[in-house]
């Protein structure tokens, strides 16, 4: 998590993907992006419902992001920097 003046950034590692014994890096980073986006798809709305009530709470947007292996993908960030 990383908080500034503006916002709170979320972002947590996913399960890592099973690849088939010698899989390239490029099919690793393919099914990584595969993994978040399904992640990001799969709780939206739950995410979203988090991120009102924080914003009303502690008065700062709520973005989010996922790490699935070497990949590292922020969804809604406007300000933060991991």
């Known amino acids: 998590m990383t908080v500034d003046n503006d916002e709170i950034l ?4 996913l399960s890592a993907v ?3 014994e010698g899989a390239t890096t490029g099919a690793a980073a393919t099914a990584e ?3 978040i986006e399904r992640f990001r798809e799969d709780t939206r709305e739950h995410r ?3 991120a009102e009530e924080a ?3 502690f008065g700062r947007a709520v973005s989010w ?3 699935s292996g ?3 993908r922020l969804f809604t ?4 920097r991991s």
């Open 10 to 13: 979320v972002v947590g590692p």
């Open 77 to 80: 960030t406007t300000t933060c």
């Open 65 to 67: 992001g996922a790490i």
């Open 70 to 72: 070497d990949t590292t």
């Open 55 to 57: 914003q009303v709470r």
């Open 18 to 20: 099973e690849l088939e």
């Open 33 to 35: 992006e595969a993994r």
């Open 48 to 50: 979203m419902r988090i």
